[in-house]
């Protein structure tokens, strides 16, 4: 909002944030009920956002497809907390013309424990890997990458157990999945909800006025 500062609390002490223009290109970013969200053995809740097993197989995931540029760095985020404990982690998957790149995230520690990456010919290598916890407790994980060829990727998230995505699962533990957010641009923003279409938030400004009197 105009003439309202904004404030980051993410290193304990409120600092001004300021931040370039971005969008957020995951429509309904609080809503994976919706069905441009592919979802692959799992079922999904609004309010809680749970994200629940529904097979005892192998491969719990959910994926969005992304029409887009070219040559141009891309971040993808996603706000979570654990529910069940028996899914230890979320990986960030992203896939483009059967090339992929993951992350994957501890759920009680914020912390990366795997990785994997296949062909660098349309994804690059990972960039700016993240994650912090926001004031409701949730992790925010988060990661940039580069995409080469192809107008498309498809982003999302898979439940992950002992670091590695052979997690067969019980058909019933969930996670709390509370936003998506995708963005062009190297660095993560602040989180910007949408509806039914893409949301930009204007670049932050900072202006000030010396009081009468000031020498300039």
Known sequence: AANIMRLDYSNTFPCILVEEQATNLSTFSEDFSQSLWSKINVSTSLNPGFVTETAVI????CLKRFDVNINNYYNVSFRVKQESTDIEAVEILII????FLTTRFDLTTGLVVGQEDSSAQVLTQKTNITSSVDAEGFYVIAMSFFL????FFDAGFGFIKNGR??????GTSRVN???SQV???RFLSSYIPTGSSAVTRNA???TATPPAGTVK
């Open 58 to 61: 192998r491969n719990h995931r």
């Open 148 to 151: 080469k060829s192809h107008n």
């Open 204 to 206: 932050d400004v900072i």
């Open 177 to 179: 999945i509370f936003s």
């Open 183 to 185: 963005a062009q641009g």
């Open 96 to 99: 483009s013309g059967g090339n």
């Open 165 to 170: 995505n052979t997690y067969q699962g019980n």
